[in-house]
Nanobody, 115 residues
Framework: QVQLVESGGGLVQPGGSLRLSCAAS????????MAWYRQAPGKERELVAA???????NYADSVKGRFTISRDNAKNTVYLQMNSLKPEDTAVYYC?????????WGQGTQVTVSS
């Protein structure tokens, strides 16, 4: 079993920055892919960024050049550095761990970008 706990959300003005963290507990394997998803009101959950244990990453087009995902395997923690935030980035952000066909989710952290 894996537990994921997110932190770092909050209210920020447009153009500002936030750093989200996701700490994973339980059995974490090198094959696990960790990712951040987000869900805005009235919209479907969407992939924001993902990273393998080897450091390979992929990003949604909407966040490329602004967001950076990173991973500390020793601490079982994944981060999402979000810069140049826009109002359309407002959403609940969820940490996700993918292991084959299994998916684990955190409880989510709210990010609100507003002046």
């Amino acid at each position: 079993q894996v537990q994921l706990v997110e932190s770092g959300g909050g209210l920020v003005q447009p153009g500002g920055s936030l750093r989200l963290s996701c700490a994973a507990s339980g059995s974490i394997f090198s094959i696990d892919v960790m990712a951040w998803y987000r869900q805005a009101p009235g919209k479907e959950r969407e992939l924001v960024a993902a990273i393998t244990s080897g450091g390979s990453t992929n990003y949604a087009d909407s966040v490329k050049g602004r967001f950076t995902i990173s991973r500390d395997n020793a601490k079982n923690t994944v981060y999402l550095q979000m810069n140049s935030l826009k109002p359309e980035d407002t959403a609940v952000y969820y940490c996700n761990l993918k292991r084959g066909a299994l998916r684990y989710w955190g409880q989510g952290t709210q990010v609100t970008v507003s002046s």
